[in-house]
C-alpha cells in the first residue's frame, strides 16, 4: 500500500494538530504508526463481536492446515472429517496464523448463497489472479451488469440454436477418432482425451460465441489454443507449489514471482487479449455491413457489443467487453463451473467413470440407439432419463471447483440448522461474521457428504437421479440443498453459473454422440489409479503419467 496517496483518517489529523513542529518525513511515520494502531483496534474490535470456533488443530504457523487440504488425495474426506469431528460450522487454521470459518451446515449455506455478490466478495488472492489473467473491470456491481447483459444468450431459445453447432464439434472428434482407429491397424486405438476436449471446448465456444471457427479439432493451430495444450499437457503446469500457493492467499503480490506457471499464465492472458480485440473489431464491422440487428441482438458477442452502445442501458467500455469475451472463452479458471474448466474436467471424469463401469457404459449407450437420431435441446433435457442421471452424477461426484473462498464485507449473521459450540463451550444457534472474516464452501465436500447423500455417497451411481428410484433415490436430506438439482457444483442464487445450461446442453450432446459410436476402457484395465494434477487448471490423469493425460483404449462400437 502507498502510504502517501492513502486518506488519512480525521483521527489522525486530529492527533497530528498537536505536533506542529513535525518535518514531513516524521509525519508521515507518525500517520503510519497511527493508522497501523487503528486497523489494530478494529481487529480487535472484530475478534471480539466474532465466536471462535472449534476447529482442527494448527499443524503449522506458516502453512496452517492448508497443506493438509491440499496436499490430500480427496479434499472432500478430509472437510467431512473435521465438520464430524468439530460441527458444521468450524474454524480452519491458516497461513500466518490467520483462520476462516468453513460451512457444512446448510441453513448457513443457503443464507450465504441468497446474499448478493458484493456481502461475500472474491478473496483478495481470487481478485488478483483475475485482473492479472482477465481483466480488473470484472468486479462487484460491475459483473451482476454484465452478466445482464449476457442473459438472452443462455436462454432456452437461444441453446435451441447452438445445438447443432454442439454436434458439430462432437462428429468432428467422432471422424478424427475412427481415423486413428484404422490408421493403428487394430480394433481399438489408445487415444489420449484430454488434448480433445480442451480442443472442442476451443472450437464449439468459439463459433457458438464468436462465429469464429479456431479450427482446432481440425489440426489447426493458433496462439489461444496452443497455450490451451500447454495447460494440459505441460509437466510444469501440472506441479503446484503448495506452499506459494498458501502464502500468496495471505501476500497476493507474491503473484508477480515469475515462475513457469506464471509465465504460462500471462502468455494466455496475451493471446486472448489479442483474438478477443480482433473478433470485436471483425464482427463490429460485419454487422455495419450486413446490417443484421437480428443476429446482432442474439449472439454472445452481438449483445456484448449492443451493450457496449451509448443508447444500451448497461453502458459496457471496451475494456469490459473485451474481458467478458476473454471470460467466456477461458471462462476464467478462478470462477465457479467455467466452461473452460467445466466440459473439459466433466467430460474427462465421465469418460473415466464410464470406463470402470460398463454396465452403466451400455445401460446408457442402450437409451441412446433406441432414440434413434441425435437428441433436440428439449430431448436432451426432458427425454433421456438415464443420460441426465450420468451426467449429474458426474457433476456431483467430481465437481470442478472444489471449494469457494469469499470475505466478509460486511458484518452478517448466519442462521444454523443445530447449535454448535464454540471454542469457549458455549452452544451457539447462530453464528455473527464480522467484516472482514473468510469463509469458505467445500462444494466438493457436500456433494459428496456421506451425512447428506448416504453411506453410497463416494460411489458413481447414477439410478439414484432416476425417477422412481425409492429409497435408492436423492435422500431427503440432499434435497434440503440449494442449488441446482441439490448440488453446489454451479453454486447458488446471485453465484449461479450464467452458462450452466449451456454447458449441460452441450456435455450431453457431445457424449452421447461418443457413447453411442464408442467403447471405451481405461488403457491399463479397471484397477488403473486415478489421481488429481494439480496446476493452473486442475485434472485427472492416469497415476504415472505425464502432465494431465487421460489415454483411453477407444474402440467402435458395433452393435
Known amino acids: 500500500m502507498n502510504i502517501l496517496s492513502t486518506k488519512v483518517p480525521e483521527s489522525v489529523l486530529k ?7 513535525l518535518s514531513a518525513f516524521n509525519a508521515v511515520v507518525a500517520c503510519t504508526a497511527a493508522f497501523a494502531f487503528l486497523k489494530l483496534i478494529r481487529m480487535s474490535r472484530r475478534r471480539v463481536r466474532t465466536y471462535r470456533l472449534k476447529g482442527p488443530p494448527n499443524p503449522s504457523f506458516v502453512y496452517g492446515a492448508g497443506k493438509i487440504v491440499l496436499e490430500g488425495d480427496d479434499q472432500g474426506t478430509v472437510y467431512e472429517s473435521w465438520a464430524k469431528e468439530y460441527g458444521a460450522v468450524f474454524e480452519m487454521p491458516t497461513a500466518l496464523g490467520s483462520h476462516r470459518i468453513v460451512l457444512y451446515d ?15 466478495a472474491k478473496a483478495p488472492i481470487i481478485k488478483k489472479s483475475l485482473e492479472r489473467g482477465v481483466s480488473s473491470v470484472l468486479r462487484g456491481w460491475l459483473v451482476s451488469r454484465q452478466r445482464k447483459s449476457l442473459t438472452p444468450a443462455f436462454s432456452v431459445a437461444a441453446l435451441r440454436n447452438l445445438v447443432p453447432i454442439f454436434y458439430d464439434s462432437a462428429y468432428k472428434a467422432k471422424g478424427a477418432w475412427n481415423a486413428l482407429i484404422e490408421s493403428s491397424g487394430q480394433d481399438g486405438a489408445i487415444i489420449e482425451v484430454q488434448n480433445w476436449w480442451v480442443s472442442e471446448v476451443l472450437d464449439t465456444m468459439g463459433l457458438a460465441g464468436f462465429s469464429h471457427n479456431f479450427g482446432a479439432l481440425e489440426g489447426k493451430q493458433s496462439p489461444v489454443g496452443s497455450t490451451f495444450d500447454s495447460l494440459t499437457s505441460s509437466s510444469s503446469s501440472s506441479v503446484t507449489n503448495v506452499g506459494l500457493v498458501l502464502l500468496t492467499q495471505v501476500f497476493p503480490i507474491l503473484l508477480h514471482i515469475p515462475t513457469s506457471r506464471s509465465k504460462l499464465r500471462d502468455k494466455l492472458h496475451h493471446a486472448l487479449e489479442d483474438i478477443s ?13 450486413s446490417g443484421d440487428e437480428e443476429h446482432e441482438e442474439k449472439s454472445i458477442i452481438g449483445l456484448l457489443i449492443k451493450g457496449e452502445s451509448v443508447e444500451s442501458e448497461f453502458h459496457l467500455s471496451k475494456e469490459e467487453v473485451i474481458a467478458q469475451m476473454k471470460v467466456l472463452i477461458l471462462a476464467g479458471y478462478e470462477t465457479t463451473s467455467s466452461k473452460f474448466n467445466f466440459h473439459t474436467w466433466s467430460s474427462n471424469w465421465a469418460l473415466i467413470e464410464l470406463s470402470l463401469n460398463p454396465d452403466i457404459q451400455m445401460k446408457l449407450r442402450n437409451e441412446l440407439l433406441d432414440l434413434g437420431s441425435d437428441p433436440t435441446y428439449d430431448q436432451l433435457t426432458n427425454n433421456l432419463p438415464y443420460l441426465d442421471a450420468v451426467v449429474h452424477e458426474v457433476l456431483r461426484l467430481h465437481a470442478p471447483i472444489r471449494e469457494t473462498i469469499r470475505v466478509a464485507t460486511e458484518d452478517d449473521l448466519l442462521p444454523l440448522s443445530e447449535p454448535v459450540r464454540t471454542k469457549s463451550g458455549e452452544l451457539i444457534e447462530s453464528l455473527p461474521i464480522a467484516a472482514g472474516t473468510s469463509v469458505v464452501v467445500p462444494m466438493s465436500a457436500v456433494n459428496c457428504s456421506n451425512t447428506i447423500w448416504g453411506e453410497d455417497a463416494k460411489i458413481f451411481k447414477p439410478g439414484r437421479w432416476v425417477a422412481g428410484a425409492g429409497e435408492n433415490g436423492i435422500p431427503t436430506k440432499a434435497r434440503e440443498v440449494r442449488g441446482h438439482r441439490h448440488l453446489l457444483t454451479f ?12 454447458a449441460i446442453a452441450e456435455f450431453k450432446a457431445v457424449l452421447s454422440v461418443l457413447v453411442k459410436n464408442f467403447v471405451f ?24 503419467e505425464e502432465g494431465c493425460k487421460v489415454p483411453l483404449r477407444v474402440k467402435p462400437y458395433i452393435g
Open 521 to 544: 476402457e481405461l488403457r491399463d484395465g479397471p484397477d488403473t489409479k486415478i489421481e488429481m494434477s494439480m496446476g493452473i487448471l486442475p485434472r485427472p490423469r492416469v497415476a504415472g
Open 106 to 120: 446448510l441453513k448457513a449455506l443457503a443464507h450465504f448463497h441468497s446474499k448478493d455478490t458484493w456481502t461475500y
Open 15 to 21: 492527533i497530528l494538530d498537536h505536533f506542529p513542529q
Open 277 to 289: 480485440n480482433v473478433l470485436l473489431a471483425r464482427t463490429k464491422k460485419e454487422f455495419k455491413m
Open 491 to 502: 453454486s447458488d442464487g446471485p453465484r449461479t453459473c450464467l452458462g450452466k445450461n449451456f
